[in-house]
Every structure is written in C-alpha cells, then in structure tokens.
C-alpha cells in the first residue's frame, strides 16, 4: 500500500532564504506521481509541483522545485527565496497509476512559518 | 480560466439531517475526486468519478455517496449526520485519472 510520510510537524525559516521540505513514500508501483500543495489558513490546497516516476529531471516551478531522489523514495520540496506569504500547511501526495489509478494519498503535512 | 468552485463555503447543519455538497471542475476535466480532511484523520478519500462513473471509493460508510453529471458536475451527499462528519469537504478536478489534481476552496461543514 502506498504511503507518504512527513517527518517535520513544523518549521521556521528567514524570509528570503530557502528551506527544504522534507517528504518520503512508499509503494511498489513502478509508475507512480508525486504532488506539493500548499493550503492556507483559509483552506484551499494550492497545487504546487508535480514529479512523475519516470521523468529524469527534477521537477520546478518558479521558486519550487523537487528534489527527487528515487532510489531513496524521497520528493523534498525546496523553495527558495521564502515570502511571508509562503506561510501555510505543505502537504505532499503521491497516486500510483499502474495500481488501476489510486486516488492521491496525503502525508500529515509540515506547518512552514516564514519569519520576517 | 475558472478554477474548481465548491458550493457552499460554509455549512452549518444538525445531527440527523442530511446535506448535499456541490463541485464544478475545471472546464474539460472529467476526473472528479473528493477527500475529507479533519485535524484528527488528516486527508482522507471519498471516492472518485470520471465520465459520470464511480472509479474508486474511500473506507467511509453508506452514508456518504456521491454522483457525477454529464457536465462533469459532481455533488456528494452525506445523510444521518454524525458529530464526526464536521470536516473541511475537498473537491479535485483532474484531466484525466492521472496528472496534477486541482482543488477548490472546500466546504466547511460543522455538524451540532
């Protein structure tokens, strides 16, 4: 069974400096899709990036990028240049596709505070 | 181009009644997968639709079901209303099965 776990219930990062996000995953599909969203405090989940099994580049967008290690099962966020407003819950998901296409499966999230 | 929209907001309803949610995908995407997220359980998946479909469907009981129109409009219901169905309610709208997912604003329900 797919898992995703995310180890940081909180952090704290300067603004204008850049933090990693860290997110590791479970499964034994070997085609698979790896997600970030961002949910303010108002609660809309904001889809951030997204990393598919088999792309060999690391995924980026904007001041998002992922850093995808496979072998280590691992989908770090990093985002660079950090903003107040980059304050919220970050969640990271992951849906299996060969397993007759699972929904997204979410980790319990990590709290970002960006401090002025 | 419109993003996914969830109506209502916000929804204040007592135990026993029933309640019905609505989500209106982004134009062309026919994939329309809902979650539940408490402080308690974290994001938790409902079921899924595609071309009017149930594809996939979460560990919840009966109460909960939903339905897809042949616009890709998707409404789920939740009847007898419990304490425990208080949640944020999302809703994602994707393309296909696979690819990103996007989600609208949710519904906030409390249940009293």
């Known amino acids: 069974a797919q898992k995703i776990t995310q180890t940081q219930p909180g952090m704290f990062v300067q603004e204008k400096e850049a933090v990693t996000l860290d997110c590791t995953y479970d499964t034994s599909d070997q085609s698979y899709g790896l997600f970030w969203y961002k949910q303010p405090s108002s609660g809309e989940m904001i889809f951030l990036i997204y990393?598919?099994?088999?792309?060999?580049q690391n995924a980026t967008e904007g001041r998002y990028s992922l850093n995808f290690q496979k072998a280590r099962k691992s989908a770090n966020l990093v985002i660079s240049a950090s903003q107040l407003g980059d304050s919220a819950m970050y969640f990271c998901a992951m849906r299996e596709v060969n397993s007759g296409n699972t929904p997204l499966v979410f980790g319990k999230g990590t709290r970002l505070s960006v401090i002025a | 181009k419109a993003g996914v929209t969830q109506t209502p907001r916000y929804l204040i309803k007592t135990r026993g009644q029933q309640v019905t949610l609505s989500c209106s995908p982004i134009?062309?995407?026919?994939?329309v997968s809902w979650y539940q997220q408490t402080p308690g359980q974290g994001l938790q998946f409902l079921f899924e639709?595609?071309?009017?479909?149930?594809?996939n469907k979460g560990n919840f009981p009966g109460r909960f079901s939903g339905r897809q129109f042949s616009n890709s409009r998707s409404e789920m219901n939740v009847s007898t209303l419990e304490l425990g169905d208080s949640a944020l309610y999302l809703c994602a709208s994707s393309l296909a099965r696979t690819g990103e997912a996007f989600f609208g604003q949710g519904t906030r329900l409390t249940v009293v």
């Open positions: 990393q598919g099994s088999y792309d060999e």
């Open positions: 639709y595609f071309s009017e479909t149930q594809r």
């Open positions: 134009s062309g995407h026919r994939s």
